[in-house]
């Protein structure tokens, strides 16, 4: 497989393309480009829980009271907002770094490195002596991530053709999910064996070895982007000043878009906007509703943080060999079905209590669906983009896709009260309705070429 993509914007479904046996299907899976993927998205994946889940657990262990804790998780808007400072990532050349290693490749490990530095300097800060240093240092890890997946996004789409990209994203998926459990469960062990024995209560040093662990575990990603090749896309062409600049950074991304796509922008905007609504409005009220039915945290944990992560996986891993085999937009059809669908499950559960063997059941179907859908939709976004301004385009359509659902989940809880679980998962499934009619319509976009 070439390192190396055509200037062009890429197509999710070639026409008349000749089908892949199911052998060379999954082969993709050993490729190099894919490898580099699977190590890429663990450092993608490590930072998140790190300023979000994570951080709120060690600050309330330390005391502090759940209205700070609650704005302290605007740090995460920084992943909402990543196409603000995009076009920069996508356009402007590092003094040194860029022509040692390339545009892609430098943005990727300057935004590591601040991700370390960030980690590090949250080791150093124990919350209750000194918050306000760590909040800055967990803001420095949050940008810092947030420019590494504007960057590691557009190296991913440079990086393989179409019919790669969904295998591309379901290895990236992958690394990203064993760095999700190692930075939440796997922080949480490494404090509690951190802690002195014999002493009962908050300890600060035990978090602060795990969070050095953490900013450590980054070099996984520093290594592979130092040992990987850099993509060859069309260098941009040089800007004749700060105008001629910002026009071929900003204004020249999204006109692209529109340009190919004209009057259907506003289809596949309104797709992305609303794919993922079911599973982020039902996410907000999933943790309450296992600890409202009398699941253990070691049930919890076991089941939904372990497991559940695992059948992610495996969806990612069908989601990426269907749409190989089949077509981006027929296993996107699939996912939009299955994971609303998914959602109902739930308020079955509800009706039957403690029981953990369906608490399973419902976890295995529910992750399955999702991670399919997941793999699916990051490669039906990889294929919207024209390499030329991949990193923009790409950061505004993942950008998108949060805006909507995380502001609707905000209500999750008063609808919970006023209605109960069973109306709640029923609900959200109901969301789902739209969403599959609107990727029946996209089926039909088929965008002009790129100029």
């Not at 709120?56 to 804790?69: K, P, Q, V, Y």
């Not at 922080?187 to 070895?209: I, M, N």
């Amino acid at each position: 497989m070439s390192d190396s993509t055509p200037s062009t914007a890429i197509a999710a479904d070639p026409p008349a393309p000749a089908r892949l046996s199911w052998r060379d299907a999954l082969r993709v899976y050993l490729e190099p480009a894919s490898l580099r993927m699977l190590a890429l998205g663990f450092s993608a994946g490590l930072p998140l829980l790190l300023v979000l889940g994570t951080l709120s657990f060690w600050l309330r262990e330390a005391g502090i009271d759940r209205t700070t804790i609650g704005y302290l998780s605007w740090v995460g808007l920084a992943y909402g907002f990543k196409w603000a400072w995009a076009p920069l990532v996508d356009r402007l050349p590092i003094p040194l770094l860029t022509r040692w290693l390339g545009r892609r490749r430098s943005w990727l490990l300057l935004a590591q490195c601040a991700v370390v530095a960030g980690l590090a300097g949250m080791a150093q800060h124990d919350p209750r002596a000194s918050l306000v240093p760590l909040v800055w240092c967990a803001l420095a890890v949050a940008f810092g991530s947030a420019t590494q997946d504007i960057a590691l996004d557009a190296y991913r789409i440079e990086s393989a053709d179409a019919r790669r990209q969904a295998a591309l994203a379901a290895t990236y998926q992958t690394g990203y999910r064993l760095a999700m459990i190692w930075a939440g469960a796997g922080v949480l062990w490494v404090a509690a064996r951190a802690e002195v024995a014999g002493v009962a209560g908050y300890q600060y040093g035990a978090w602060s070895t795990a969070y050095g662990v953490m900013a450590a575990s980054m070099l996984v990603g520093i290594a592979t982007v130092l040992l990987s090749p850099e993509p060859a896309p069309s260098p941009p062409a040089p800007a004749k000043g700060v105008a001629d600049w910002l026009r071929g950074a900003v204004v020249e991304p999204f006109a692209d878009f529109i340009g190919r796509y004209r009057w259907q922008a506003a289809l596949v905007l309104g797709l992305i906007a609303v794919y993922r609504i079911s599973d982020v409005v039902m996410g907000i009220m999933a943790n309450p509703f296992y600890v409202d039915m009398g699941f253990t945290k070691d049930e919890v944990a076991a089941v939904t943080k372990i497991y559940g992560v695992v059948m992610t996986l495996a969806g990612a891993f069908v989601g990426g060999v269907l749409s190989m085999r089949l077509g981006v937009m027929r296993v996107l059809m699939l996912g939009a079905l299955a994971s609303p669908a998914s959602n109902l499950l739930f308020a079955w559960l509800g009706g039957r209590g403690h029981d953990v063997p369906a608490l399973v059941f419902v976890v295995s179907a529910d992750n399955l669906a999702g991670g399919i859908a997941s793999a699916a939709f990051i490669a039906y976004l990889s294929s919207l983009t024209n390499v030329n301004y991949s990193a923009t385009q790409y950061a505004l359509f993942s950008s998108l896709m949060l805006l909507l659902p995380k502001w609707l989940a905000g209500f999750s809880g008063r609808f919970v009260d006023a209605h109960g679980y069973g109306s709640f998962f029923t609900g959200t499934a109901l969301l789902g309705v739209p969403v599959l009619i609107l990727a029946a319509l996209a089926a039909r976009v088929h965008p002009r070429a790129s100029a």
